[in-house]
């Protein structure tokens, strides 16, 4: 079946980066965009960008442009998230995400979720 | 940036039928497709509804979803126990920037 195992909980400094994998078996990797979402501590959800996995084009949230980068490295199907600069408020659990669509359908934006990962939990603190 | 408003919380009996709404504008639910989610506690969010109404497989029937110009509705009925959870509708907005917008959640309580 298709899974997406994240990479273990991390506890980082104001300032530093971290860098979140997510590792994919069950499905074509080179098929689907991955996505990377994150929700802080009893709050909702937030969207921050997608991967493809085969040429690694990006889109990114514009709040998070100039500290976000996602890559991928296909020989171990695994996509990877890194935040730079990281304050006390990108304290969240991180999931990564298969899109089952192609991102279009019918002429409109198509993404949609499925599976995600089980989540990462970063904490930022000094 | 646009928001895509849900109550914090609903609550209904076992076997009733229960509404979440989700409130937009014309920059996304108006322009764009919704999407449902399903979550419990400290686990990841679950697939319900793609394209608006369009359920996955595995998916029960009792969940359905629409849309109406700005807005969105997702209803259950024949409600369980098991469908307590946090209910996050989600939809491309295309006003300032172009993101993928969530609701804040509702959570659904069977009493």
């Known amino acids: 079946q298709v899974q997406l195992v994240q990479s273990g909980a991390e506890m980082k400094k104001p300032g530093a980066s971290v860098k979140v994998s997510c590792k994919t078996s069950?499905?074509?990797?080179?098929?689907?965009?991955i996505h990377w979402l994150r929700q802080a501590p009893g709050q909702g959800l937030e969207w921050m960008g997608w991967?493809?996995?085969?040429?690694?084009?990006?889109f990114y949230a514009q709040k998070f442009q100039g500290r976000v980068t996602m890559t991928t490295d296909a020989a171990i199907r695994t996509v990877y998230m890194e935040l730079s600069g990281l304050r006390s408020d990108d304290t969240a659990v991180y999931y990564c995400?298969?899109?089952?669509?192609?991102?279009?359908?019918?002429?409109?934006?198509?993404?949609?979720?499925?599976?995600w990962g089980q989540g990462t939990l970063v904490t930022v603190s000094s | 940036q646009s928001v895509l408003t849900q109550p914090p919380s609903v609550s209904a009996s076992p076997g009733q039928r229960v509404t979440i709404s989700c409130s937009g504008s014309s920059s996304n639910i108006g322009r764009n497709y919704v999407y449902w989610y399903q979550q419990f506690p400290a686990t990841a969010p679950k697939l319900l509804i793609y394209r608006n109404n369009q359920r996955p497989s595995g998916v029960p029937e009792r969940f359905t979803a629409s849309k109406s110009d700005t807005s969105a509705s997702l209803a259950i009925t024949g409600l369980r126990s098991e469908d307590e959870a946090d209910y996050y509708c989600?939809?491309?907005?295309?006003?300032?920037?172009?993101?993928?917008?969530f609701g804040g959640g509702t959570k659904l309580t069977v009493l």
């Open positions: 995400a298969r899109d089952r669509s192609s991102g279009w359908y019918a002429g409109l934006r198509d993404n949609w979720f499925d599976p």
């Open positions: 069950g499905y074509i990797f080179s098929g689907s965009y």
């Open positions: 991967v493809t996995p085969s040429r690694g084009d990006t």
């Open positions: 989600a939809a491309w907005d295309e006003s300032l920037t172009t993101v993928l917008l």
